[in-house]
């Protein structure tokens, strides 16, 4: 079992930033991988970046590319989501989950879940 905790979602004007984080708890992650979602009211849940635990590629989704960092720190179990200039249509409740290669940008493909964090990005 891996309980995952979101946090540092709140309230932003267009082309500011924000850095959400993901504390993970539970078994060893080094197998898996970390995802970040998102899900506007109305709309489906869509996949946001990953990145493997002990390493490997980066993946983003082409409407974050160059303004969202995925990063973790091993020592703190913690993934982070830099997120700069930042748009109002960023506005979404963001999720991170653990998961397993290979369809890592499917939502699917992911075991655990976090509550999930407000992002609000006014124009």
């Known amino acids: 079992q891996v309980h995952l905790v979101e946090s540092g979602g709140g309230l932003v004007q267009a082309g500011g930033s924000l850095r959400l984080s993901c504390a993970a708890s539970g078994r060893t992650l080094s197998s898996y991988v970390m995802g970040w979602f998102r899900q506007a009211p109305g709309k489906e849940r869509e996949f946001v970046s990953a990145k493997g635990w002990s390493g490997g590629s980066t993946y983003y989704a082409d409407s974050v590319k160059g303004r969202f960092t995925i990063s973790r720190d091993n020592a703190k179990n913690t993934v982070y989501l830099q997120m700069n200039s930042l748009k109002p249509e960023d506005t979404s409740v963001y999720y991170c989950?653990?998961?397993?290669?290979?369809?890592?940008?499917?939502?699917?493909?992911?075991?655990?879940w976090g509550q999930g964090t407000q992002v609000t990005v006014s124009s």
């Open positions: 989950a653990v998961g397993r290669p290979p369809f890592i940008t499917k939502s699917a493909a992911y075991d655990y």
